[in-house]
């Protein structure tokens, strides 16, 4: 079975940086897209980034310039670096699979790690 696990979050002043990491354990040989999303209180979960197998990228208007999403094919792992953090960044972030191959089969189901929170407060 195939699961994604998110590290890096945690407490940080505006204007501060975190990383955040998402690897993957499992049977897993390829992944089209990873991403990362998140859902503060009482809001729908949003897209943040995301980054496909050749490396082009999307973002949120909202973390364009601030964020950089960036992956290692080799170790299916996908990381977050988030610059320059306001207040309203303040959620849960969750990391996400969309397209992955584990040698026998190609799933399309998506796939969702658990959460990571990250608070921005001074």
């Known amino acids: 079975q195939v699961r994604l696990v998110e590290s890096g979050g945690g407490f940080v002043q505006p204007g501060g940086s975190l990383r955040l990491s998402c690897a993957t354990s499992?049977?897993?040989?390829?992944?089209?897209?990873m991403g990362w999303y998140r859902q503060a209180p009482g809001k729908e979960r949003e897209l943040v980034a995301t980054i496909n197998s050749g490396g082009m990228t999307n973002y949120a208007g909202s973390v364009k310039d601030r964020f950089t999403i960036s992956r290692d094919n080799p170790q299916n792992t996908v990381y977050l670096r988030m610059n320059n953090l306001k207040p309203e960044d303040t959620a849960v972030y969750y990391c996400?699979?969309?397209?992955?191959?584990?040698?026998?089969?190609?799933?399309?189901?998506?796939?969702w790690g658990q959460g990571t929170q990250v608070t921005v407060s001074s």
């Open positions: 996400n699979v969309e397209g992955y191959y584990d040698g026998s089969y190609y799933s399309t189901d998506p796939l």
């Open positions: 499992g049977r897993i040989f390829s992944i089209d897209t």
